[in-house]
Nanobody, 123 residues
């Protein structure tokens, strides 16, 4: 069982920045794809950003609405992934969830979620 714990959410003005963190309870980044999702009330959870397992090349993917503004990264020495969010907009307001899926060599993979952290962009 892998636990994921997010932090770093809060209230920020439009145009501001936040950095979210997600700490994993185990060293999983070599074989797990890690991602950030977000959800607003009444809507389905939306994919935001993904970084593939180190063994799969560590490439990244983003939803079009955050490209050029958000950056996903990881620090394996700290079992932590990050989501750097710049130029924030009111429509980025949501609960942000960390996701870990893997290991890549089993089917189906395990799917782990954090508890979520609230991001509110408002003046």
């Amino acid at each position: 069982q892998v636990q994921l714990v997010e932090s770093g959410g809060g209230l920020v003005q439009p145009g501001g920045s936040l950095r979210l963190s997600c700490v994993a309870s185990q060293s999983i980044f070599s074989s797990y794809t890690m991602a950030w999702y977000r959800q607003t009330p009444g809507k389905e959870r939306e994919f935001v950003a993904r970084i593939f397992a180190a063994a799969a090349g560590s490439s990244t993917m983003y939803v079009d609405s955050v490209k050029g503004r958000f950056t996903i990264s990881r620090d394996a020495s700290k079992n932590t992934i990050y989501l750097q969010m710049n130029s924030l907009k009111p429509e980025d307001t949501a609960v942000y969830y960390c996701n870990g899926r893997g290991p890549y060599y089993i089917n189906p993979p395990y799917d782990y979620w954090g508890q979520g952290t609230q991001v509110t962009v408002s003046s």
